[in-house]
């Protein structure tokens, strides 16, 4: 039996004061009165903390609290996974203390679609069942469920138990995904650029391009984050086993480097969310799909505009004739949405933005827009409802909350990829040796090994567990009653350095180490250059030399925001110069300055 959720006295005081009243008749304890919206708000926090599949033992991660709005439930998309067994989670934190890291050749981190999503294992999607305009709503809701419990028994039957990585369980949040398929007239699915086969199911795909006769614009983010050659060889991958596809790259932060940095360097300049590359080259795609059907006109100045923007240091405000008109959609209007709807109705294209979490989803319609109309965050699931923005009076967006899709890939990668919450993860010490593994991690992070002595330089051989603890030893993470190494605390910290993209891990597509020079001498290179913004070497170095100088006169060079949970609100790296502006702003005064620097971290 699970265990009952806990709630404080003040809810228990006023549920029983509800029970009271129902048992006297009062008329206080109506559909409409306060002490009736409390106990529906109980109701629905318990309801909401039950799973769509009982086939399996799911765990429910982003717990938060509930509202007395009864329209609204927080909890309704939050990520359901499958729950790891106390013998797996102790298993890999007894290996990840005891197996030596051995550095992985470049070649093994070339990976293949058909290794993540082979087609023999029956690596689908749930569909949406077939409904009519003379179902009810209850009836389509328990056809719905149906569905979705054969699609997983289906799926558990192919695969053995271990063999799946982390999917989504909650049947609502791919309800959400139903109504963006069936909305949308064009698919931007977006993926990130380090590891983009993990986030292109093929079925999706085949989905779009096959049954539903709508096209799709592989949307490349964050291509500031990896090397000009391989953005270019990823693209050619894609398109070569994608006849089909069409692919735009985007980044929200061109200019930035993609050296392995400490410092928190993906800081939003003057222009905003305007100042993204990219929107071009996903408004041409869309050009040439629609053919003429609708007119862009008004998209392609508003990019114009946007540009000339950036180029004057202005920025857009916030009221005007570019406000941009958001709408919210009840749940009955999108359960019997039409799933014949006409392409291009009423000639408004209408562009339906999915993905993985943490691929940038919400980045990306901001920099559509051009400023910022959704909240953005690293934590996955930060995208909790479904909503449509217009972008001109003839561009619609639709937002989706991100969905993981069945895979077979490694979940240590999948972790690193961002699309388990770091601060729910049991045990992140064998994520942090897979990190370790494939990246320059002494040369970057410049540790020292725990045994090792001041008297002599004697080489030790380095575990995941070795490296969180002498992480935790350089920051100075301490337990709070023994003040030993907060080793826990430091992987964390690691893999928020791996996903933020300072300690960058990417993958190859096949091929690459031996194409390698055929990718740097491409004449399409040119292109990707300048859309991540690349400066010269000169500029390069010269900004190198003064970094070098910086952690020299400083006992502690990184300002790394090590937070112990993920932060929910907007405090993700896309906001960085709201803090910034802060510091600069004289905003330093150190209330623990009594204490000596850094002794209170």
């Known amino acids: 039996m699970p265990r009952r959720k806990p709630f404080s006295n003040k809810q228990k005081k006023k549920q029983l004061q509800v029970k009271r009243e129902r048992k006297r008749g009062d008329p206080g304890s109506g559909q409409?009165?306060?002490?009736?919206?409390?106990?529906?708000?109980?109701?629905?926090?318990?309801?909401?903390?039950?799973?769509?599949?009982?086939?399996?033992?799911?765990?429910?991660?982003?717990?938060?609290?509930?509202?007395?709005?009864?329209?609204?439930?927080?909890?309704?998309?939050?990520?359901?996974?499958?729950?790891?067994?106390?013998?797996?989670?102790?298993?890999?934190?007894?290996?990840?203390?005891?197996?030596?890291?051995?550095?992985v050749p470049e070649r093994e981190l070339e990976m293949d679609i058909n290794q993540v999503f082979p087609e023999e294992q029956g690596l689908d999607f749930p569909r949406r069942p077939s409904w009519h305009y003379g179902m009810q709503r209850e009836e389509l809701l328990r056809k719905e469920e149906k569905s979705f419990h054969e699609f997983l028994e289906s799926l558990y039957s192919k695969n053995p138990p271990g063999t799946l990585s982390h999917f989504e369980h909650n049947l609502e949040t791919w309800r959400q995904l139903w109504r963006v398929l069936e909305m949308s007239d064009i698919i931007l699915l977006i993926v990130d650029i380090r590891h983009p086969v993990l986030q292109f199911p093929p079925a999706l795909?085949?989905?779009?391009?096959?049954?539903?006769?709508?096209?799709?614009?592989?949307?490349?983010?964050?291509?500031?984050?990896?090397?000009?050659?391989?953005?270019?060889?990823?693209?050619?991958?894609?398109?070569?086993?994608?006849?089909?596809?069409?692919c735009a790259c985007f980044t929200s932060h061109p200019g930035q480097q993609y050296s392995t940095l400490l410092q928190k360097k993906r800081m939003r300049r003057k222009g905003g969310w305007s100042q993204a590359g990219g929107p071009i080259h996903i408004m041409r795609s869309c050009q040439e799909i629609t053919a003429g059907k609708v007119d862009l006109s008004?998209?392609?100045?508003?990019?114009?505009?946007?540009?000339?923007?950036?180029?004057?240091?202005?920025?857009?405000?916030?009221?005007?004739?570019?406000?941009?008109?958001?709408?919210?959609?009840?749940?009955v209007a999108m359960e019997m949405n039409s799933p014949t709807q006409e392409l291009y109705k009423d000639g408004v294209l209408t562009l339906g933005c999915i993905g993985f979490p943490n691929v940038g989803k919400s980045s990306v319609l901001?920099?559509?827009?051009?400023?910022?109309?959704?909240?953005?965050?690293?934590?996955?699931?930060?995208?909790?409802?479904?909503?449509?923005?217009?972008?001109?009076?003839?561009?619609?967006?639709?937002?989706?909350?991100?969905?993981?899709?069945?895979?077979?890939?490694?979940?240590?990668?999948?972790?690193?990829?961002?699309?388990?919450?770091v601060s729910?993860?049991?045990?992140?010490?064998?994520?942090?040796?897979?990190?370790?593994?494939?990246?320059?991690?002494?040369?970057?992070?410049?540790?020292?090994?725990?045994?090792?002595?001041p008297c002599t330089q004697q080489d030790h051989d380095w575990t995941a567990w070795d490296v969180c603890e002498?992480?935790?030893?350089?920051?100075?993470?301490?337990?709070?009653?023994?003040?030993?190494n907060d080793v826990y605390r430091a992987a964390n910290s690691l893999l928020r350095l791996a996903i933020d993209g300072r300690l960058c891990l990417y993958l190859r597509p096949p091929g690459y180490a031996l194409n390698k020079d055929q990718w740097e001498s491409h004449p399409e290179l040119a292109e990707i250059v300048a859309l991540q913004g690349r400066r010269t070497e000169e500029e390069e170095?010269?900004?190198?030399?003064?970094?070098?100088?910086?952690?020299?006169?400083?006992?502690?060079?990184?300002?790394?925001?090590?937070?112990?949970?993920?932060?929910?609100?907007?405090?993700?790296?896309?906001?960085?110069?709201?803090?910034?502006?802060?510091?600069?702003?004289?905003?330093?005064?150190?209330?623990?300055?009594?204490?000596?620097?850094?002794?209170?971290?």
């Open 470 to 484: 002498a992480w935790a030893e350089r920051r100075g993470y301490k337990t709070a009653k023994a003040a030993r």
């Open 298 to 331: 008004s998209w392609e100045c508003k990019i114009q505009k946007d540009a000339v923007a950036v180029g004057t240091e202005g920025d857009w405000p916030d009221d005007g004739a570019d406000t941009v008109l958001m709408e919210h959609h009840s749940d």
């Open 424 to 453: 729910q993860l049991q045990e992140p010490y064998s994520s942090v040796g897979f990190l370790c593994e494939r990246t320059p991690f002494l040369s970057v992070l410049r540790l020292t090994h725990p045994e090792q002595s």
């Open 541 to 601: 170095s010269s900004e190198r030399d003064e970094e070098e100088e910086e952690d020299e006169s400083s006992s502690e060079p990184e300002e790394e925001d090590d937070r112990d949970a993920d932060d929910d609100a907007d405090g993700d790296d896309e906001d960085e110069s709201v803090r910034s502006d802060r510091k600069s702003k004289g905003f330093t005064l150190n209330m623990f300055g009594v204490l000596g620097e850094n002794e209170c971290e």
């Open 32 to 103: 409409n009165s306060r002490n009736a919206s409390v106990e529906r708000g109980v109701r629905r926090d318990r309801q909401s903390d039950t799973s769509d599949s009982e086939t399996t033992d799911i765990r429910k991660i982003n717990q938060q609290p509930g509202t007395r709005d009864s329209r609204y439930d927080p909890n309704r998309y939050r990520l359901h996974f499958e729950k790891e067994s106390k013998e797996e989670v102790e298993k890999r934190k007894k290996m990840a203390r005891d197996t030596i890291l051995q550095p």
């Open 205 to 246: 795909y085949h989905y779009i391009t096959g049954p539903l006769q709508k096209q799709v614009v592989l949307v490349l983010n964050k291509v500031d984050l990896c090397p000009a050659p391989l953005v270019l060889a990823w693209k050619h991958y894609m398109t070569k086993h994608f006849p089909h596809l069409h």
């Open 366 to 421: 901001n920099s559509l827009v051009g400023r910022k109309v959704v909240s953005v965050s690293r934590t996955p699931g930060h995208t909790k409802y479904f909503q449509t923005y217009y972008l001109t009076p003839t561009v619609k967006l639709c937002d989706c909350p991100g969905l993981v899709f069945p895979s077979r890939v490694n979940k240590q990668l999948q972790i690193l990829a961002g699309i388990y919450p």
